[in-house]
Nanobody
Framework: QLQLVESGGGLVQPGGSLRLSCTAS????????IGWFRQAPGKEREGISC????????TSLESVKGRFTISRDNAKKTVYLQMNNLKPEDTAVYYC??????????????????????WGQGTQVTVSS
């Protein structure tokens, strides 16, 4: 079974940057759409960015456009989330997840989490001065 491990979280001041990594173990990320989700205390989990396998097309939540960039390196079995100009409201546990989608030309962030069969354990991002 595909296993995902997130890393790169931490404490950062407002306006700072972090790069999260989502690395697959045992199997490659080929044929998977990868999504990044986050869940803040007391709030529902929300999708924030995704990238397809077929054409590397990306989709991001409006509130993170221009600040967050998703990318993937299939050879390294890793998907990245570069987060710039972080704000206190970005504080959350960030998860990556994989959806089997070998031919999908696009992905959506406002989707049921149930579409993603494989999840990482999450990494904490705290934005605070």
């Amino acid at each position: 079974q595909l296993q995902l491990v997130e890393s790169g979280g931490g404490l950062v001041q407002p306006g700072g940057s972090l790069r999260l990594s989502c690395t697959a173990s045992r199997f490659s990320l080929d044929y998977y759409t990868i999504g990044w989700f986050r869940q803040a205390p007391g709030k529902e989990r929300e999708g924030i960015s995704c990238i397809t396998y077929r054409n590397w097309r990306t989709t991001s939540l409006e509130s993170v456009k221009g600040r967050f960039t998703i990318s993937r390196d299939n050879a390294k079995k890793t998907v990245y989330l570069q987060m710039n100009n972080l704000k206190p409201e970005d504080t959350a546990v960030y998860y990556c997840a994989a959806e089997w989608a070998p031919s999908s030309p696009m992905c959506a962030v406002v989707v049921s989490a149930a579409r993603y069969a494989h999840w990482g354990q999450g990494t904490q991002v705290t934005v605070s001065s």
